[in-house]
């Protein structure tokens, strides 16, 4: 049987686990508009659902803008304001729908409208590229520090529960 392992070995992976996954998924389009640089794959080349499933056909979507009507939209003055560029706070379940829980409706308000706001309010697909882009890697950061923090959570709680039971701490890491 192997001998304890160290919290900091743990704590190390876990970090570089998160790390290598924010690189895997970095919306690399957004990084591209901003700087002119594209990064080399993998970053970026990995499915995120944080942009490509939810984010983007909610406020990215080029078809959103021409007729200010879609089945993601639940007002659609705030649709119409989205594509005029008017700055508001855009709140899931009341201007959009959101297949999440509340818990992660707040998140995402929370991650969104701070892109906007770093954005200067300019959102929607027919905001200027440079604005769409901060928007976007603002709502990515935010969500992935979430994601992040929870990971840690997780692993210190696994870390604790295994220390009362007696076990291996190697599976602590199994999560990620």
Not at 22 to 51: C, K, N, Q, R, W
Not at 57 to 64: A, H, K, N, V, Y
Not at 133 to 160: D, N, P, T
Request: net charge neutral.
């Amino acid at each position: 049987m192997p001998g304890p392992v160290d919290k900091r070995v743990v704590v190390a992976v876990t970090i570089a686990s998160l790390a290598l996954s924010f690189l895997l998924h970095l919306p690399t389009d957004a990084v591209t508009t901003l700087t002119g640089y594209t990064p080399p794959p993998p970053i970026g080349s990995v499915y995120s659902d944080i942009i490509a499933g939810v984010y983007g056909p909610i406020f990215e979507d080029p078809s959103l803008c021409p007729s200010a009507t879609s089945d993601r939209w639940i007002d659609r003055a705030a649709l119409q304001d989205l594509c005029r560029g008017v700055p508001r706070f855009y709140l899931p379940y009341r201007d959009y729908v959101l297949e999440y829980p509340p818990l992660v409706g707040a998140l995402w308000a929370l991650s969104t409208n701070l892109g906007f706001a770093a954005a200067g309010l300019r959102a929607g697909p027919e905001a200027p590229a440079e604005a769409r882009a901060v928007a976007k890697l603002v709502h990515y950061a935010v969500q992935s520090a979430a994601i992040g923090a929870a990971a840690l959570v997780l692993m210190r709680e696994l870390w604790r529960v295994s220390e009362k039971a007696g076990l291996s701490r190697l599976y602590v890491i199994l999560p990620l």
